[in-house]
DNA sequence: TTATCTGCAAAGAATTTGCGGGAGG
DNA sequence: CCTCCCGCAAATTCTTTGCAGATAA
């Protein structure tokens, strides 16, 4: 799994006057292998695996900077933190479902949702930029009574 | 427009072992009246005018109160606040179209997208029992070159 | 009366920022 | 060299909480 992030940065960096420094290296890195939601926390504590200099206020600017970049996504799964993935491709645009059960978070994407989506922008006369969506659900089965 | 909260505070009140005091009777009367998503701030600007004894820390612990009690809902937009609304009947489930060139929001509901989100939730084993959706959009018109 | 509430101010948690030294181009 | 960056710690912002007095039931 070769690092596309690292050389997104690096295309990104020399576009902008920006520098190509170590912990923007790592946290790319980090980020790249990273096959879960981390928030900041974690991703520092990953981070420091490779370089225990680096601080989590570096961890936060550069979250911020490659967001605005437009090479992660932050996520909010409604716990109070940011959470960050890479952005893929462009058609991308996956959600969530979480498991409120157990915590578990499934990544899913659905070309029916993605049109309407876009359909009820238009029909309110916006073209869509951005959108956050997370479902949250319990197991089937062990959801005996349907209270509520 | 008659106060529908504060008798549906009134019966929880009762309900559990709760006291119908003057600040959650404010409180709910302003939320109750709010046609907009006020952040706690927002709300205890409009509680002061009623009652400027009100704290701040009142108007967070009855917000938290009322979303347990399921007669508000908490949202949020993006922004690092809480927004809340008076939760109505239910099948109401709707959700917010944010324009991003003039922070309005715009509550939209969609039968088509209330089944979709059932659906994928059931795709997965899940049954669906909350989400967060929103979207964000700019003008179609005031916007030029097809950036991005 | 008495358990619940409330205001106040201090504590927390997540994130941002000013500053002076450090390093990439 | 000369900016841009970084670590550090202090500052911000939003929210929660401990405490002692106030109040509904």
Same mark, same amino acid.
């Given at each position: 799994? @070769?690092? !596309?992030?690292?050389?997104?940065? #690096?295309?990104?960096?020399? *576009?902008m &006057?920006? =520098?190509? *420094?170590? @912990?923007r290296?790592?946290? #790319?890195?980090v980020l790249?292998e990273?096959?879960?939601h ?5 991703? $520092?504590?990953r981070?420091?695996?490779? %370089? @225990?200099?680096?601080?989590?206020a *570096?961890v936060?600017? *550069?979250? =911020?900077l490659?967001e605005?970049?437009?090479i992660?996504? =932050?996520r909010d799964?409604g716990? &109070? ?5 890479? =952005?893929?491709?462009?058609? %991308?645009? $996956?959600?969530?479902?979480?498991? !409120? #059960?157990?915590?578990? +978070? +499934?990544?899913?994407?659905? %070309?029916?949702?993605?049109?309407i989506?876009v359909?009820?922008?238009r029909?309110? &006369?916006?073209?869509? +930029?951005?959108? $956050?969506l997370?479902?949250?659900?319990v197991p089937l089965?062990e959801?005996?009574? @349907?209270?509520k």
């Amino acid at each position: 799994m @070769p690092n !596309v992030l690292e050389s997104r940065i #690096a295309r990104l960096c020399s *576009t902008m &006057g920006l =520098k190509m *420094t170590e @912990p923007r290296r790592v946290i #790319a890195r980090v980020l790249s292998e990273s096959e879960d939601h981390p928030d900041v926390e974690q991703l $520092h504590l990953r981070v420091r695996e490779h %370089d @225990p200099s680096i601080s989590i206020a *570096t961890v936060y600017r *550069t979250m =911020k900077l490659f967001e605005e970049a437009n090479i992660v996504t =932050k996520r909010d799964f409604g716990d &109070g933190r940011a959470r960050y993935e890479e =952005k893929q491709g462009d058609g %991308d645009h $996956h959600h969530h479902l979480i498991n !409120v #059960a157990t915590g578990e +978070v +499934v990544e899913f994407f659905d %070309d029916e949702l993605e049109r309407i989506k876009v359909r009820i922008a238009r029909q309110h &006369g916006l073209r869509l +930029v951005d959108h $956050h969506l997370e479902l949250f659900g319990v197991p089937l089965d062990e959801d005996s009574g @349907p209270e509520k």
